[in-house]
């Protein structure tokens, strides 16, 4: 496709107001592969100024790719925890054993071999390669196609494949070959600052004599995106179980949410059940059978957590029981002042931040 646009006054355009209008952030000015790769991960799926806080604190327990993969995974789960979206941990961990074991502790500089790593895609490929050896390969994230979508009043969604060819070839073509790095932070700096997706100030905007939606008035209407995703809804009633001050947990295994988080025992049913109906539960009873004395406390109230493509609605019923079974002993007995050792979801966090314990 061809876009009446000049390609190289746009790139000049965006970096002369990337240098005079940029953040001041930590991954920025370095070409340290490595530190750039833990700040675009963390990036993915979450905002700056609530990201900074978790890169600096990463970094300093794993400053280095062989620090991360001689760690275990709970560890990195654990310095994850609040970030959500945990494959990203998962696969931050795998890939940096891949980097000690496939390319003798060196973080690749070939595109194609960074590419190879677990958890890394096009866009994050490119944001390494431009950023940390200035290579020419353009980033194509939410931000560019906003600017991309706006500036050349495209109306191919952004989540079909033709689209996300379409946006890649055009984010391709208008990158600096003598300054790649510098371009691919500025896009995405100005979708971030400047060409922001509500109400931008398009009167102040550099680019304006340049954009096609400000010319046709469309600029709340781009881009575009065809699907909607479907969210399904997930009912948790959980148990915290005392004996003696300590509790028990367990391990969130296979593909699901939380995937290799800790929790406490839960019953998962298609609403937030009371305490008669948990009880009647065969889950309840297995959980508490051969227990002398099986007490229920309290209840908490029903909490909302909105993930990607599911809403938890879970609830925490606090039981004290007098001795423990043997369900109960294949379990992770813990004391409860030790539960914030293990890496556990932000749902389960924002009830102990609330509980007394």
């Known amino acids: 496709m061809s876009y009446n646009r000049n390609l190289i006054d746009i790139s000049d355009t965006l970096s002369a107001w990337y240098l005079a209008n940029k953040r001041e952030l930590p991954w920025r000015d370095i070409s340290d592969p490595y530190l750039i790769w833990i700040s675009e991960i963390i990036l993915q799926q979450t905002r700056v100024n609530q990201g900074m806080s978790y890169y600096l604190r990463f970094i300093e327990r794993f400053p280095t790719v062989a620090d991360l993969a001689c760690s275990e995974e709970d560890e990195v789960l654990k310095y994850w925890q609040g970030l959500g979206y945990y494959s990203r941990a998962r696969n931050l961990h795998k890939a940096a054993r891949q980097v000690m074991t496939d390319f003798e502790g060196v973080f690749p500089i070939e595109h194609a071999d ?72 500025s896009i995405m700096e100005f979708g971030a600052l400047q060409c922001v997706p509500v109400s931008p100030d398009c009167l102040s905007c550099p680019l304006q004599p340049n954009c096609r939606a400000y010319e046709l008035n469309s600029v709340d209407k ?136």
């Open 114 to 185: 960074v590419l190879k790593l677990a958890g890394i895609g096009d866009y994050t490929a490119a944001a390494i390669c431009s950023f940390a050896y200035d290579q020419p390969f353009a980033v194509v994230d939410g931000n560019v196609y906003r600017v991309l979508s706006r500036l050349f009043g495209i109306e191919t969604p952004i989540d079909s494949g033709i689209g996300k060819k379409e946006f890649a070839s055009l984010a391709q073509e208008l990158i600096s070959r003598s300054h790649p790095g510098i371009h691919n932070q």
């Open 222 to 357: 781009l881009p575009i995106k065809s699907k909607k995703t479907k969210v399904s809804n997930r009912f948790f009633n959980y148990f915290f179980i005392e004996l003696g001050g300590q509790t028990y947990l367990q391990k969130r295994v296979g593909k699901d949410v939380w995937q290799n988080l800790f929790e406490f025992p839960l019953v998962e049913a298609d609403q937030l059940l009371t305490v008669e109906e948990l009880m009647e539960t065969d889950d309840f009873k297995k959980l508490f059978s051969r227990i002398g004395e099986v007490g229920i406390v309290k209840i908490s109230n029903p909490m909302k957590h909105v993930l990607s493509h599911r809403v938890i609605y879970a609830q925490f019923v606090t039981v004290k029981i007098s001795d423990e079974n043997a369900i109960l002993s294949e379990r992770i007995k813990t004391p409860i002042s030790e539960i914030d050792q293990f890496a556990v979801s932000r749902l389960m966090e924002l009830f102990l931040e609330d509980s007394v314990y």
